[in-house]
């Protein structure tokens, strides 16, 4: 793998006399103006993810389809819209959102395996560039909506290459046979040819995603040289294609590991790429995102038990399932470092499962009740995963842009909460 320096111009969180930052603020500032627990992004920091990408992928004509998923906020996809960001979308929500953040239609990626009629139908009627069809039922019932609606619907089989992908957990690998995603790899060449006979449908590309979290290239190598095989069937069976789409999965450094580059990346895939002419649609989210952002949150109470030390802040899983949900690794530090002695914590939350914690067996600082402590790299998967689970209302959202804050989502109240409830 061809190893290249990341590009990224600045610093999200610097740490200056001992108190973090998010770009020019300290983040003791942010959290007397608007609470925790809070999610804070690095609007600069989003930029200069977005801009490694694109300038890496500049050799070829390309869209990069940031992944709603990752973190769909209004702020954050505004932010990248303005950069000439697409979209790939899983939902009509998602799609709704990338529509009022002002990414337009032709920019947009509609994955999923489960799309229902009206989110077919709303999809058609953003003019969307490609849906990445999963399975034969959703390619005829999207051919017959079409048709319904006097319009064809540009698609991409969303093809299964059976390919291993090392991903840290098996919850995010989605590349080989048995997982529910994608069209069987030996069934992909005939659907096509069905499918381009199908009055409401246009064939336009060919779509993988493999997982998330992806260290190396080699993964993306071994699903490409499937697709390419794929691409080189569909030309002898005179089915044009414009386009082919790699997924997203691009991994990041939540350990301070080496991780993928916008160059390492391109050097590796781009040559093959360019030589079948295609554009090239990626749908990175997590590499975009994933370390612009911190959750900030109060220690409550410190306790031990059981040969244990606790500390208790005031986010829990409701706000950050990675930790619980796929034993994620986030690193947490005191917002302001006092120079106390390490001790080794479990740094939990306040829901009543004992599965709701932070991080575990981690040696910090011990912090005081109080005191602020900054969960790092959960820009992606963060909020967008977040719940009110235990009646907790879901944390506020900032984007800093320089010197400059701005709240982008606020705290939910309990009036919101039940607003939805009839008594
Ligand atoms: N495209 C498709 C079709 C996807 O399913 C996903 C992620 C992406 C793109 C973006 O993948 P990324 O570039 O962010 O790796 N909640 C898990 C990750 C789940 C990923 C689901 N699909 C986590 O927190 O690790």
């Known amino acids: 793998m061809a190893t290249a320096e990341p590009t990224t111009r600045i610093e999200m969180f610097p740490r200056r006399d001992g108190v973090l930052h998010c770009e020019e603020l300290p983040v003791s500032e942010l959290v007397a103006r608007w609470g925790t627990p809070l999610y804070v992004y690095s609007k600069n920091g989003i930029r200069d993810r977005y801009r490694e990408l694109a300038e890496a992928l500049a050799p070829v004509p390309h869209l990069i389809a940031y992944s709603v998923k990752a973190n769909g906020n209004l702020g954050v996809l505004r932010t990248l819209a303005e950069l000439g960001a697409g979209a ?28 229902t009629v009206n989110e077919l139908a709303a999809a058609l009627d953003a003019g969307i560039y490609a849906f990445n069809v999963e399975s034969e039922g959703e390619l005829c019932a999207l051919s017959d909506l079409a048709c319904t609606m006097g319009t064809r619907a540009p698609i991409a089989l969303r093809v299964n290459p059976d390919v291993e992908t090392p991903t840290p957990h098996a919850y995010t690998r989605t590349g080989h046979a048995a997982t529910k995603f994608g069209i069987a790899y030996e069934r992909a060449r005939d659907l096509y040819s069905i499918a381009a006979k199908m009055k409401g449908i246009t064939v336009r590309g060919v779509d993988v995603h493999i997982g998330s979290q992806i260290m190396e290239v080699g993964p993306f190598e071994r699903a490409l040289a499937r697709v390419l095989d794929l691409v080189h069937a569909l030309k002898q069976d005179d089915i044009p294609l414009e386009f082919l789409d790699l997924g997203g999965g691009l991994g990041i450094a939540y350990q301070g590991e080496e991780r993928i580059t916008g160059a390492s990346f391109a050097s590796t895939l781009l040559p093959e790429i360019l030589e079948t002419g295609l554009k090239l649609v990626v749908e990175p989210g997590r590499f975009i995102v994933g370390e612009a952002g911190v959750l900030l949150t109060r220690v ?17 899983m409701n706000d950050l399932l990675r930790p619980s949900h796929y034993s994620g690794w986030h690193a947490v530090e005191p917002a302001v470092a006092q120079g106390r002695s390490m001790a080794r914590v479990d740094v939990v939350g306040p829901i009543c499962e004992t599965g709701d914690f932070l991080a575990l067996d981690r040696d910090m600082e011990l912090p005081k009740p109080g005191e602020l402590l900054a969960i790092h790299t959960v820009g992606a998967y963060g909020f967008s995963m977040s719940s009110q689970y235990n009646q907790r209302p879901r944390p506020a959202e900032v984007l800093v842009d320089g010197a400059e804050a701005t709240l982008v989502r606020r705290r939910e109240n309990y009036e919101e909460m039940v607003a939805a409830e009839m008594l």
Not at 93 to 107: K, Q, T, V
Not at 300 to 316: H, L, Q, S
């Open 88 to 115: 790939d979308v899983v939902s009509g929500g998602e799609l709704h959102r990338a529509r009022l953040a002002g990414i337009p239609g032709e920019r947009i990626v509609y994955s999923g395996v489960g799309k």
């Open 300 to 316: 409550i109470y410190v306790k031990e038990g059981g040969g244990k030390r606790f500390v208790i802040t005031d986010a829990g």
